[in-house]
Structures are given as structure tokens and as C-alpha cells.
Antibody, heavy 113, light 111 residues
Framework: EVQLLESGGGLVQPGGSLRLSCAASGFTFSTYAMSWVRQAPGEGLEWVSS????????FYADSVKGRFTISRDNSINTLYLQMNNLRADDTALYYC??????WGQGTLVTVSS | QPVVTQSSSASASLGSSVKLTCTLS???????IAWHQQQPGKAPRYLMK???????DKGSGVPDRFSGSISGPDRYLTISNLHFEDEADYYC?????????FGGGTKLTVL
């Protein structure tokens, strides 16, 4: 059974940093691209970033380019999202997704002073 | 960048059928899309991918009541024999040019 478990969310001040993690199990992690998708309160889904199976290719939404970094450690089946220079409009529930077909339960990031 | 358009809301009666529409912008009508369901307070759940041929491939455990179809640039998700548990937001999406694009979602109310 595929499982994706996010962690690392919390309350952070504007300009601060957080690192999200997503522990994956139930599939051969290194052979699949992975993504982060966020959902602001009361809003729809917004893609944030994706990474290829080997970690060699990464893609970002314009809204986070230059501030967020996606990475993965295939030795421990874990996906990461390093978020720097956080802004109020980054406040959202952040989901880890195995490209298109499985979703985690999400971790909440709140950016507020 | 592709544009994925969905109606903001839909409603149908318990036990009836509903057809939700997702329209792809010009030049993207051949793309494979996927449908996801998000019940209130829950994470999204993958329902199916839908190819330009009309073939659809459903995710694990998705009931037979859910089906997909296409017509030109329009992609459809049909839910038959509506249950109250089908009340949810439904999102379609495409992956294009290293960008994952979601529609705005359709909020389905089961009356």
C-alpha cells in the first residue's frame, strides 16, 4: 500500500524558513517523480514543485522559484521542500504527491507575525 | 501555459447521474488529463487518468460508478447513482512543459 506522510509544517514569521519532509513507502520510490502541491485556506490546488526520480531534474511554479528548493533522498525514501523567505501568501496545506496518482494527508504551513 | 477550465459548482440528486466538465485551452486538447476528488476536510484522491482516445484508467478502489469520456477539448467525469459521499470538490489537471496545471475545481452538491 502506497503511503505518503508529510511533516515539518508549523507557524513561521514572514521571511522565515521551514523544511517539509514526506516519508514514502509501498512503492519503489526512486523510480517515480514526486511533487509538492499546496492549498490555501478555502482555495483550490496549486502545484508548487516537482522532481524526477533520480533527483536530477527539478521544476518550480513561478510563485516559489528562487525561494523554495525541492530535493529527495532515495536511500531513505524521503522527499523534501526547503522553503525560504516565506510570505503570508505561502500559508497553505502542503501535500506531497506521487505524480498524479497518490496523495499524502498534508502538513499545514502558516506564515504570520 | 495551458488553461484548464471547470465550472465552479454542480448539483444533482441522490441516485441520479452527473457529468462534470473540464475544458482544455487550445493546443492542449490532445493531452492526458487526470481527475481528483477532494471530500470536505480530506486530502485529494486520484480518480482516473483520461487519454485523448477516451480510454480511462481508474485508481485503486475507485467505484465503477465513476467514468470518463471526451469530446473535442472537453473532458468529462460522469458519476452514476450518486451517493452522499460523492459530495466533494473535483479537480482536473494536466502535466505540460514541466508544469502541473490544475483547474479551479467543481464543487458537487448531492441533493
Amino acid at each position: 500500500e502506497v503511503q505518503l506522510l508529510e511533516s515539518g509544517g508549523g507557524l513561521v514569521q514572514p521571511g522565515g524558513s521551514l523544511r517539509l519532509s514526506c516519508a514514502a513507502s509501498g512503492f519503489t520510490f526512486s523510480t517515480y517523480a514526486m511533487s509538492w502541491v499546496r492549498q490555501a485556506p478555502g482555495e483550490g490546488l496549486e502545484w508548487v514543485s516537482s522532481i524526477g526520480g533520480s533527483g536530477g531534474t527539478t521544476f518550480y511554479a513561478d510563485s516559489v522559484k528562487g525561494r523554495f528548493t525541492i530535493s529527495r533522498d532515495n536511500s531513505i525514501n524521503t522527499l523534501y521542500l526547503q522553503m525560504n523567505n516565506l510570505r503570508a501568501d505561502d500559508t497553505a496545506l502542503y501535500y506531497c504527491a506521487k505524480m498524479r496518482d497518490y496523495w499524502g494527508q498534508g502538513t499545514l504551513v502558516t506564515v504570520s507575525s | 501555459q495551458p488553461v484548464v477550465t471547470q465550472s465552479s459548482s454542480a448539483s444533482a440528486s441522490l441516485g441520479s447521474s452527473v457529468k462534470l466538465t473540464c475544458t482544455l485551452s487550445g493546443g492542449h486538447s490532445s493531452y492526458i488529463i487526470a481527475w481528483h476528488q477532494q471530500q470536505p476536510g480530506k486530502a485529494p484522491r486520484y480518480l482516473m487518468k483520461l487519454e485523448r482516445s477516451g480510454f480511462y484508467d481508474k485508481g485503486s478502489g475507485v467505484p465503477d460508478r465513476f467514468s470518463g469520456s471526451i469530446s473535442g477539448p472537453d473532458r468529462y467525469l460522469t458519476i452514476s447513482n450518486l451517493h452522499f459521499e460523492d459530495e466533494a470538490d473535483y479537480y482536473c489537471e494536466i502535466w505540460d512543459s514541466n508544469t502541473w496545471v490544475f483547474g479551479g475545481g467543481t464543487k458537487l452538491t448531492v441533493l
